[in-house]
């Protein structure tokens, strides 16, 4: 995809020969809009959501700072471009990726874009750590309801009213009192993120909430069933009928 940029400053010939530079860069670089002062860039920098402004310091009534001081905290990268080099420090001081002096030479402005490009990478980079931490966090904590499929619906449905879970043909069922739904869980995450007060694993298919047992019942091969409240009977594997007596007692 190309750079998005978009061009501030009130010099209509400043802004002509900087896009004819970024039209000649070695990057890919794509001109969303230009704006001839720091009012327009403001509104323009809102709609746009360009990846990269190219700002004017010295400009009437907002100047390249001013339009700085009016973005928001998620704002794009700036690269401030002004034929003076008093404001570098003041420029850097604001976090601006680039600053740029007046008459601006191609092989300078491929160092911005190349250090732009870097700057995306990193933020693309840092963004999708954050999002596999923030998936590897959910993925640790205890769940408190279930999204189950009703056709084209989903419906959160409270874990009391689960009474048993089971996999079947590649898909996992949540049973409550009103039928059988498919979710999107696998049953090992089920068996990780369920309250292990609450329920238990009895069988490679199935898991059940304690609160809906009735009564176990043993078997002669070391194996049990679970009868619940309602009828159902859910086997036990003989290596889980230990864990499931002490979840029970």
Known sequence: ??????????????????????????????????????KEAVSLIHEHEPDVVFLDVQMPVLDGFDVVDLLPEARPHIVFVTAYDEYALEAFEVHALD????????????????????????????????????RDARHDQALKRLTVHVGRRLRVVPLENVRWIEADDGFVFAHTEDGRYRTDFTLGELDDRLPADDFVRTHRSSIVNLAAVYELVPEPA????????????????????EDVKDALT
């Open 1 to 38: 995809m190309p750079l998005r940029c978009l061009l501030v400053d009130d010099e209509p010939l400043a802004r002509d020969r900087l896009r004819d530079l970024l039209n000649e860069a070695e990057a890919d670089v794509a001109v969303e809009a230009e704006a001839g002062g720091g």
């Open 99 to 134: 600053y740029v002096t007046k008459p601006v030479r191609l092989d300078r402005l491929n160092k911005t874009l190349n250090r732009l490009t870097d700057a995306l990478a990193d933020q693309q980079r840092a963004e999708q750590e954050k999002l596999e931490n923030l």
């Open 222 to 241: 070391g194996t049990a069933t679970l009868r619940l409240e309602d009828g159902t009977e859910v086997k036990v594997a003989r290596r889980r009928t």
